[in-house]
């Protein structure tokens, strides 16, 4: 696979990737900022997710909720989305209709201020209070992606806290909190911009920088706190969470190296043996061999500073205890790492990957997506040229070695969930 690419930088430091694609008249718009929970300050958890919902209330020359509109009627489609280091927005529309998602993003980029009211961040807060209960407090093991980066990362690490934050930092946002969030992070020099799809480069270009063009670098971007920890926990650590649930559920997670590095791509490799399809090594023992889960998968948080983490997520079978699961899953780590793997099987994982990589790049939004998170966190989106090939000249031999080095006793987390009334009984 290879995408043809041309990169551009705006004097103001937005760094633009464009990539022409005529099979479809259709362009993927994908802009990222690289700020996400991780920039977040003690008492203001919350706020990357809080200012991704801010972001489609209006800016200076679009209404409140005009932006899902003016979108929706050109035939398109948009979203966001908010990650632990970065914060993405997102339109695929009609190549005809490239202009109108360019100046909507430049618009809440370069204008978003006038348009802030006390009335618009007290209905946001509320509406991420309710996702919050919705999608974390009362979904059933709903607290795991909080609970898990807490146990892997001490308290002052920026990776440490929810992403979603809680109620009383919710609370204590005020207007004058999130304006200066949006005047410290959403600035040019601090974003990527991926158009993707049936464009001619030169125009798009033009489009560019004509909305971007004018908007100003930012200034004063505070560094974030130190993000090295120790390469391995040097214990194991343990949570046991008493939960609503029907059936235990582990997440046994390891630090391992951060996304982009030739050992993040042994890793995936790695939780592709492990846990990716019917033929990995927990589907194959756990799930119809022994029957002690139900659901059993492998992978990679991707994260780019300090340290990644390398997640194995089971599920128990009913009436397996969690004792019983934890064996069952430690067992498999400990015979991967003594009995190693065979060529077999990381050829197995490699094509299971690839395929599934190069599959998801028939959509131009997942293009430009894939351009974006290689430009934050590698600083080179044609990187995604040269993915496949890094998975491709991973050997046996790499797998047996990393999982020897990052799955070993003195690198493991254990978040273990257990029916309430299991543990009331015991």
């Not at 908010?82 to 202009?99: F, G, I, M």
């Not at 799930?287 to 994260?303: H, K, W, Y």
Request: proline share 4%; glycine share 6%.
């Amino acid at each position: 696979m290879h995408l043809p690419l041309t990169h551009h930088t705006l004097p103001n430091g937005l760094r633009v990737t464009i990539s022409e694609d005529h099979t479809a008249p259709v362009v993927a718009v994908n802009l990222w900022y690289h700020v996400g929970s991780a920039n977040e300050r003690q008492g203001r958890t919350g706020f990357a997710h809080l200012f991704e919902h801010m972001l489609f209330q209006g800016s200076e020359h679009v209404g409140a909720n005009e932006h899902f509109e003016l979108v929706q009627r050109a035939g398109g489609t948009l979203n966001g989305s908010t990650w632990l280091d970065r914060t993405n927005y997102y339109e695929t529309v009609p190549s005809h209709q490239l202009a109108l998602a360019l100046w909507l993003e430049a618009d809440r980029m370069g204008r978003l201020l006038p348009a802030m009211t006390q009335e618009k961040l007290d209905n946001q807060r509320d509406v991420v209070k309710n996702e919050r209960r919705w999608s974390v407090d009362n979904q059933p093991y709903g607290t795991w992606w909080e609970r898990l980066p807490a146990l892997s990362f001490p308290s002052e690490h920026p990776y440490h806290h929810s992403l979603i934050g809680s109620f009383e930092d919710l609370d204590a946002a005020s207007l004058d909190d999130v304006s200066e969030f949006f005047a410290t992070w959403y600035t040019p020099d601090n974003a990527v911009l991926s158009i993707v799809g049936d464009v001619e480069t030169a125009e798009a270009l033009r489009l560019v920088t004509e909305y971007f063009g004018a908007i100003p670098r930012g200034k004063n971007r505070p560094a974030l706190p130190p993000m090295s920890v120790p390469a391995r926990f040097g214990e194991w650590r343990r949570e046991v969470v008493h939960d609503e649930v029907m059936v235990p559920r582990l997440f046994l997670a390891s630090r391992c190296p951060v996304f982009g590095t030739a050992a993040a791509a042994v890793g995936t490799i790695t939780a592709a043996v492990l846990g990716s399809g019917k033929g990995s090594r927990l589907q194959e023992r756990l799930v119809r061999g022994q029957q002690v889960a139900s659901s059993a998968v492998a992978f990679t948080f991707d994260l780019s500073r300090g340290s990644d983490l390398f997640v194995l997520d089971v599920t128990a079978h009913a009436e397996v205890s969690a004792e019983a699961l934890e064996g069952a899953v430690v067992a498999e780590l400990d015979r991967l790492r003594t009995d190693g793997v065979t060529e077999a099987e990381v050829q197995r994982a490699v094509t299971l990957t690839a395929t599934e990589y190069v599959t998801s790049m028939q959509s131009v939004q997942s293009r430009a997506d894939r351009l974006s998170q290689f430009a934050t966190h590698v600083g080179d989106a044609a990187a995604i040229n040269t993915q496949v090939d890094r998975w491709r000249a991973v050997r046996a031999e790499d797998v047996t070695a990393f999982a020897r080095e990052w799955l070993g006793p003195d690198n493991r987390a254990s978040l273990l969930y257990v029916p309430r009334e299991v543990a009331e009984v015991a």
